[in-house]
């Protein structure tokens, strides 16, 4: 049995992901087949933003169909997951010892950038979620800091997941949905340079990938959907070791990267 990474971050494409998973939907599915199942599952969304740390509470998180314009199929589509209140009381308790300011949610649901990936690796829906928002007005540096304030929790059977993915340019995709063409330069520039720093552990140029990464303001015209990484990374502990387990894109613009983090 494959050792539990101590966080993973995975890619959630657009919402067409659940209906046609493809080659990343499988190298989800297949990671999770070799994990022996966690206590609990911390779910960290891209699309659930807040101003500061919230944790869910709700027994039993209603799958949200938070897009719009999509095939009636993929509204249809449900994940019936389980909350923990005990879980949940805790990771609380994590963030608060860590510093952080804190709310709780005792309805929040999961979001597409949740239950899209969780349906994949999860479909049993067996293990507990508990789903943890960002706070994008605080930048990378905060969301590692959310990561390292999670990090404690890998060390009592639960498994940190954040879901972003690696370009994200709404713009991009939706003149590549209408018209086609060819992926944009900067997708794989930028993609590239995470590699090399993810490799080299160069925290400082991670954090301040808006400036020193090439095409890092057009794979990323704001930060929401990048923030997932620097939380799995930050969760992964002290010189946690970045595995790019899976490589792609998807609809032209869409980078489908997904990475281990495990502390060394």
Known sequence: MTQTPSAIFVPHGAPTFALNPGAAGAALSALAAKLPLPRAIVIVSAHWDTAVPTVGFAERPETIHDFWGFPEELYALRYPATGCREASEEVVATLQAAGLPVATDPSRGLDHGAWVPLRLMFPDAEVPV????????????????????????????????????????????????????????????????????????????????????????????????????????????????????????????????AYTFQAQ
């Open 130 to 257: 508990i789903p943890v928002s960002i706070q994008s007005r605080g930048g990378p540096e905060q969301a590692y800091q959310l990561g390292q304030a999670l990090a404690p929790l890998t060390a009592k059977g639960f498994l940190i997941i954040a879901s972003g993915n690696v370009t994200h340019n709404l713009r991009d995709y939706q003149m590549a949905a209408m018209r086609g063409g060819q992926t944009p330069a900067y997708v794989r520039q930028f993609t590239d340079w995470l590699v090399e720093q993810l490799a080299a552990s160069d925290i400082d140029a991670l954090l301040d990938y808006r400036r020193q990464a090439p095409g890092g303001v057009q794979a990323h015209p704001s930060d929401e959907h990048l923030l997932p990484l620097y939380v799995a990374l930050g969760a992964g502990g002290e010189n946690a070791k970045a595995d790019r387990f899976h490589a792609g894109i998807d609809n032209y613009v869409i980078a489908m990267d």
